[in-house]
């Protein structure tokens, strides 16, 4: 009994050290102007991006808020995950905010593998200079991050385009988050 252990453990140790390191988590900062609530900004985030991904008129014409709303979702896909009420979320409620991610990604021209942090800071950069008149300053700013076609993505974001898969992850998630406060207050 004793050395089938053993020989499970070894067998264990080979297929690790032939996997190699195991990827360095993401990590992603959500810039402090764009925290809906200064003590949560996990929370925050979720309602947020619910309410704006199900009613996505409140943010036609606003480019600005619609970069806003992309970093925000950056910044949620990666920051739940290693939050520790990510063990109270359906696996599938995850699953569905990389989904929604991968769309937004795809519909902006964001490259699939491009560091959260490095999506964030191009799209607030973009933002901030939407916000000052500055368009041709905004393009730039997408330019520099990792963007396919920084003034296409620039044009998308006069208007959030229905994205199925987003709203109803982002709904799925504020639901969830609904519940574990309901449970919390009893």
């Given amino acids: 009994m004793r050395s089938h252990a053993l020989v499970l453990a070894a067998a264990a140790a080979i297929t690790l050290v032939s996997c190699g ?3 360095a988590p993401q990590s992603a900062t959500l810039p402090a102007d764009l925290r809906d609530s200064a003590a949560d900004p996990i929370r925050g985030s979720v309602y947020s991006l619910a309410y704006t991904f199900g009613t996505p008129s409140s943010v036609a014409g606003n480019p600005a808020a619609v970069a806003d709303t992309l970093v925000k979702l950056e ?11 990510s063990y109270a979320v359906n696996p599938v409620s995850m699953s569905g905010l990389n989904d929604a991610r991968a769309e937004a990604r795809s519909i902006y ?8 942090q490095e999506v964030i800071q191009s799209l607030h950069a973009a933002a901030s200079a ?5 368009a041709p300053g905004a393009r730039q700013m997408l330019a520099q991050g990792p963007f396919s076609d920084p ?3 620039l044009a998308m974001l006069n208007a959030l385009p229905a994205m199925p898969i987003t709203a109803a ?3 799925s998630l504020a639901n969830e988050f609904t519940a574990m406060d309901s449970v919390h207050r009893r």
Avoid at 75 to 85: E, H, K, N, S, V
Avoid at 109 to 116: K, L, N, R, S, V
Avoid at 130 to 134: C, M, P, Q, S, T
């Fill in 109 to 116: 021209g964001i490259a699939p593998t491009a560091a959260p």
């Fill in 21 to 23: 390191p195991l990827p």
């Fill in 75 to 85: 910044y949620l896909a990666t920051a739940l995950p290693g939050d520790p009420r």
């Fill in 130 to 134: 939407l916000r000052a008149g500055d």
């Fill in 169 to 171: 992850a982002t709904r």
């Fill in 151 to 153: 003034a296409r993505s």
